[in-house]
């Protein structure tokens, strides 16, 4: 299993480490560690021992071993109990972290000389903090703090040395530890030269960012010309999605965007204009999440706008007038934002999950260059404080190779929280196939190389409890009515096989089915092929959308664009579910991949997803790491959901 060496638990460096630093009479155990820095960064010097850190400890949650199990019940088509989803109130309390947990760590914490009323246990119980020295966080740990530097922005971090270290009985009861092993992989020049902090919003940030092959004159809105420009009514064609929405007071679809990536109001006026004139004026209904705004003065241009005018444009297009949508505009313009900070607004809980959000990974609010200052509660950022649509679209990721295994297994776990309570949430899969983004691939460490001969998953692609959206495309030539290919026009469409996360039960057979019938053949190291969570698991067209871009019309390709398609038309399902009395779909992936719903996709046999100087994978009758299922059919999709309970 190809896991990042650097992230893994290794077990021989840490006992070797143990001995300088662990008490005779408390065996210690290594929590997390890396075996190697990031690229980029180097120690400079020893942290100074009087320095001020705050150590914040995540507590392990209760009932995690069943999370699954909880999930299916309501998302499973065959379960008696599908749709009866969870209350916020539940998850909570299912979910919070045992008395026992917080006792062990605090007894720790003050038996080790941190006095007891310098321990905080933060509302939610989901995790303890405290101020230490870097003398005492050593002791603690097991462990040595050093000062970091970047070689390119020469941004300056704290953190701990390959390795950090827990007493036996205490290891058991803890997540993650911060600031520790972790680093920002995501350095780049924000305002007036600052580095930021994980800014997804930056400018071709992620293995999803959308590409375009410039501008264009001429318009096509005739099914004829589907093969060389994408419009609503081509989607609409390619999926058979007609459906005027009856119950929009009740449904609700989102789409996150970050921060400076914004939307252009005269380019979506524009856009409607040809496309969709009953629109004109309409606007997302905008929810400021840590201080987002469209307000940006230097946001113009493809690299900042492009993203979001995609995204509202034909989401807005496809849901119709009297569908609002929702955009989640996240993040301020000087910190930026991470998927967690969209993700403790949408539940309070996370804020204090598991260590709540990463200082190394994630911005920090109030904002200390003057930015958002933020409320007076759970850290004084939005927590909580927006209720999650039915159908929540992102368009943006990471490599996996970037985060710590424990840092995505816990966001991971909040996506399935989310699915309990009938949220479907949607990621697009990525734009380099294979590879990561920019297209790069790992060596047979699971270390970032150039050239790599090893592939490079997504994330959240990765995580089983998110629905990775590829990408597919009309061929050259084609009619509407023709079969679809995989993605092969400018962008590839994202995926493969997580190094992290393991295979979820409902897409066993299908994986299994796909590697049986058409294995690979690629050397061992080149995928994960332990019996890992594979992706996409649905796809719709990514090629040649026609998208509004100040003040003018460009080509646009990528997985961005499949993903709020996809959105839009299950949004539909969520209408006339909840017309009749229903329940929104929630998490979809059981149902989508169950012997009841096959008919319901477009199967996808041609293409591959090219990256790390391999053809990728290639598109296959059933399942593949290219298209998932296929493509929606909605008419016959709307059927199979309208017949559950």
């Known amino acids: 299993m190809l896991l990042p060496s650097r992230l893994l638990l290794a077990l021989v460096l840490g006992l070797t480490s143990v001995g300088t630093f662990a008490s005779p009479l408390v065996p210690r155990v290594p929590h997390e560690s890396r075996s190697i820095l990031p690229r980029g960064w180097a120690p400079v010097r020893r942290a100074e021992s009087d320095f001020i850190l705050p150590l914040r400890i995540g507590l392990a949650q209760s009932n995690l071993e069943a999370l699954e199990e909880f999930l299916l019940d309501v998302s499973d088509p065959v379960s008696p109990n599908y749709g009866g989803h969870w209350s916020p109130a539940k998850v909570a309390q299912t979910f919070r972290p045992s008395s026992e947990s917080v006792d062990a760590v605090r007894g720790w914490l003050v038996e080790s000389g941190i006095g007891a009323e310098r321990v905080r246990l933060t509302p939610g119980a989901g995790w303890l903090v405290a101020n230490v020295t870097v003398a005492e966080a050593e002791e603690l740990l097991g462990t040595e703090y050093y ?5 390119d922005s020469g941004h300056k971090q704290v953190g701990c040395d390959k390795a950090y ?3 036996e009985h205490v290891s058991k009861h803890v997540e993650l530890i911060t600031p520790t092993i972790h680093f920002d992989k995501k350095v780049r020049r924000g305002v007036e030269g600052r580095s930021v902090k994980s800014k997804v919003g930056n400018p071709g940030s992620g293995p999803v960012s959308p590409k375009t092959t410039g501008t264009i004159k001429t318009i096509f809105n005739q099914l004829e010309n589907c093969d060389e420009q994408i419009t609503p009514i081509c989607v609409r064609a390619l999926y058979n999605f007609i459906y005027d929405p009856v119950a929009t007071h009740k449904n609700s679809i989102g789409i996150v965007e970050y921060t400076p990536q914004v939307y252009v109001p005269s380019d979506l006026d524009m856009f409607f204009g040809n496309f969709s004139k009953s629109q ?6 905008l929810i400021s999440i840590d201080g987002g705004t469209i307000n940006i003065s230097y946001a113009t241009g493809f690299g900042y706008n492009g993203e979001s005018n995609l995204d509202l444009q034909y989401a807005m297009s496809l849901v119709g007038k009297n569908q609002p949508v929702t955009l989640y505009q996240t993040g301020d313009d000087v910190e930026g934002a991470s998927f967690n900070t969209l993700l403790d ?8 999950y598991e260590g709540g959000d990463d200082p190394i990974y994630d911005p920090t609010y109030p904002d200390p260059f003057g930015g958002y200052e933020g409320q007076l509660f759970e850290g004084w950022h939005d927590c909580g ?3 999650p649509a039915h159908v929540i679209s992102t368009s943006y990721s990471y490599d996996e190779w970037e985060l710590s295994p424990a840092y995505m297994q816990r966001q991971c776990n909040e996506y399935a929280k989310l699915g309990l309570m009938g949220v479907t949430v949607l990621y697009s899969s990525g734009d380099y196939g294979v590879a990561g983004n920019g297209g790069i691939c790992l060596d047979s460490t699971g270390e970032p190389a150039f ?3 090893s592939f490079a998953p997504s994330f959240p692609g990765g995580c089983p409890y998110i629905t990775s959206v590829g990408a597919t495309q009309v061929n050259p030539g084609a009619k509407v009515t023709d079969p679809e290919s995989a993605c092969m026009q400018v962008i590839y469409s994202g995926g493969g096989f997580s190094n992290v996360f393991a295979m979820p039960s409902w897409q066993k057979e299908a994986v299994s089915n796909y590697l049986s019938k058409y294995p690979p053949g690629y050397a061992e190291g080149t995928y994960n092929t332990s019996g890992s969570r594979a992706y996409p698991d649905l796809s719709a067209n ?10 003018e019309y460009e080509l646009v390709y990528g997985t961005s664009a499949s993903s709020p398609v996809t959105a839009s038309i299950l949004s539909a399902v969520n209408d006339a579910r909840l017309a009749i009395g229903k329940k929104p779909i929630g998490f979809i992936n059981p149902t989508i991949y169950s012997s009841v719903f096959q ?14 100087n391999t053809n990728g994978f290639a598109a296959q009758p059933g399942w593949d790491p290219v298209t998932g299922v296929g493509t929606p059919n909605f008419a016959l999709l709307l059927a199979a959901y309208l017949l559950l309970p």
């Open 147 to 151: 000062v970091y530097e970047h070689a």
């Open 165 to 167: 270290h827990l007493p």
């Open 280 to 285: 004109i004026g309409e606007r997302p209904n």
């Open 345 to 352: 607004a949408l539940d309070g809980s996370f804020c204090s």
């Open 385 to 387: 404080t927006v209720t």
């Open 451 to 453: 050239p790599g001969t």
């Open 542 to 551: 990514g090629a040649n959308y026609v998208v509004a871009i100040d003040g």
């Open 599 to 612: 008919h319901a996709f477009n199967d996808i046999t041609s293409g591959t997803n090219p990256g790390c």
